[in-house]
């Protein structure tokens, strides 16, 4: 039973694997998809950013603060 499961596993993540590769083979430019929140269009359209990105401007804030003599 657990050998079949695998096997059915395998086979659909194959499955998965060759059908990015037809779709990136045969459209024109292609090439695998952004799944980076910086690098994607949709994303930025809808304003999402990459939270470290947030997490490192708040630091940088905070830190300017800390260094003009503000209490936080």
Not at 41 to 59: F, N, P, Q, S
């Amino acid at each position: 039973m657990f050998l079949k499961l695998i096997l059915f596993a395998t086979i659909i993540i194959a499955l998965s694997l060759i059908g990015l590769s037809i779709r990136m083979l045969v459209k024109k430019g292609g090439k695998f998809p952004s799944s980076s929140v910086g690098k994607n269009k949709e994303m930025k359209a809808r304003g999402i950013t990459c939270v470290r990105h947030d997490e490192l401007k708040c630091y940088r804030e905070e830190k300017e603060k800390r260094l003009c003599g503000c209490e936080i």
